[in-house]
């Protein structure tokens, strides 16, 4: 009797793995097979394989590399200086607190920061620089994408620096390493795995930044995502639209093995 | 000590002034009565008034709040069922693997939930709008439910459910008295994440929401298109301004369920 009961919690949680995490990827996989026209065919794989979609998916690439490192470079002192200021969660709070407001919110008020008279271009003036074009440039969709993602690539590596051992920082010191050498051999390795958790929460929704492409790169920028929203909404073709989004799932993948914990490997 | 400021305050404040600057931008030129983003004329309520007369934009929030409150409850109850099924599966392998299906849906990018979803209710026949919007919403939150119980569960000792079953407590008596009080700040955690996460969204439901139904975010993003127009930003001071009711709301509830669950709440 007691195994039955346990097993009832069982039937709408595996219902719901089957139906919205099963099934999706099999549709996804299933599509990719068909061409516009509903024959079934390799060619959307063939089409993939063209120089067009190949530059596409590095520049994608590229740019989501851009963004990761960009924002580790930014959050890890981040996270470092909160966890020696005063009243911490605090701090911590007004970190997450922009993560709470609508992201397309955020992009609409880079719109006017980043417009011919915005905010930007008036720092710009007064610095001498003089006003530029910087909205819908590769630099205007870098910079919000960095901008939203901050806050995702801060917390998990503040969470690590907060687990770390004071004592082993303490001890390195006393062995006479100095400040640089204590960071690099002692800090930064036991931290690995928030930096980790960090660049996989960043670069795989990087990929896939179709919103901000449109709206702020003006379609200058095109990753995979945006080619999957183009695929499936604007011209219909589903079969083009799953192939690409099976290498993202493929993509996916690989960077969540590579980002894993390989605590078996070391 | 206090009167200098030393770089990594001075680095500290930089990123927080960066961090704001783009939400107080919006706030501030709300109350523009120029018309821009830029050059700020005058005070006014305008642009305030033209959001609360506007009916349809009255019937999207309402809309987006009910997808929100639905999912989130209905997520909740599914994410519970889901964590205590981990929680009471023997088999270490089935747990492992139940656990890697829970986190595809975190994991995936929006894009691609948004278009298996559509091809899923495309041949499941479902309609798009309102029902599909609600399915998809309850599938991405159910995950992040299980992940913020299931620590709780496991933070339980196992004696107190033998303990309460050695005493003649029935299945239901263990599960309501023992075990859903202990996981209440759990369950608490992932209603509020769940209602966030549905707030949040725009991807998958930009890909399900069909042409009758919208949502605050897809709004948003096709008002945006247009360019800028003030009734925006004036809508998005009265989101942030929710938002910072929820955070508080979300604050206080927190704090409570420590003080009354002193064993539960670790800190």
Redesign the interface.
Known sequence: M?SN??NL??I???L??V???????F??LY?SFFDIEGNLTLANYKKFFTPVYLKMALSSFWYAFLITAFSLL?AY??AY??T??KHKQL?L???I??T??????????????F?T???AN?ILETIGIGSKQILFTDFSFVFVSV?IF??FMILPIYNSLEQLNPSLVDAARDLGASAWTTFRRVVFPLTLDGVKAGC?AVF??A??L??LT??IAGNRVITL?TA??QH??VTQD?GM??TI?VF??IA?AVI?SLTGNRRGKV | MKRKIKW??L??II??I??????F??LF?SFNSGG????FEGFTLEWYKEVFQDTRLLIIVLNTLIIALLSALISTI?GV??A???Y??KKRQVKNA?LT??N??I??????????????FT?AGIKLGFTSVLLSHI??S?PIVVLMVLPKLQEMSPTLIDAARDLGAS?WDVLTKVILPFITPGIFAGFFMAL?YS??D??VT??VTGNGFST??VE??SR??Q??SLS?NAL?TL??LF??L??IGYYFVSQRNNRLNGMGGRK
């Open positions: 007691r009961v346990r919690y069982l709408p949680y595996a719901w793995i139906l919205f995490v099963v099934a999706p990827i549709l996804i599509y930014i002192p981040t200086l909160l020696k200021t701090w709070l007004l970190i607190l922009p709470w407001i609508n992201l397309l919110l955020k992009a609409y008020a880079f719109l006017g920061i417009g008279y915005g905010l008036a901008y901050i806050p996989q795989i929704p990929l896939s179709f919103m449109r709206l995502g999957v929203e499936f909404l589903w639209g799953a989004a993202l799932i996916m969540m | 990594p305050h680095y500290l990123v927080f960066i961090l704001y600057t783009p939400i931008y919006l030129y821009t983003m830029h050059d599914l069922m889901g205590l099924a981990i009471y599966v139940l299906f829970n595809v849906l994991v995936s990018p929006d894009v691609i939930i948004g278009a298996s979803f559509l091809i899923l041949m599938a991405f159910v299945q966030t707030l949040d725009f991807a930009f890909f605050l975010s948003i993003y945006a298109r360019g800028i925006v998005s989101i942030f938002t910072i929820l955070v």
